[in-house]
């Protein structure tokens, strides 16, 4: 695999995004109940291996960590 798809800083081929949806809860007499849930539509991309943060402006035709 091309260089130009790895994590600049450690190799690694996977990244992994930042959860972009999120429960809201409330606390009940039974534990927290699930009331709602939101998604957002911004998201990061992290490398999963060292976890640096992939900068998506500069990535067009390789990966570029943000720094």
Do not use: A, H, W
């Not at 709602?36 to 992939?54: H, L, Q």
Request: with cysteine; aromatic share 10%; hydrophobic share 30%.
């Amino acid at each position: 695999m091309s260089q130009n798809f790895n994590c600049p800083d450690c190799g690694s081929s996977q990244f992994v995004t930042e959860p972009n949806q999120y429960d809201i809860l409330e606390f009940s007499s039974n534990g927290f109940e699930v009331v709602d849930s939101e998604t957002i539509d911004d998201y990061k991309v992290f490398c999963r291996e060292c976890g640096v943060e992939v900068d998506l402006i500069k990535s067009t035709k390789k990966i570029v960590c943000k720094g």
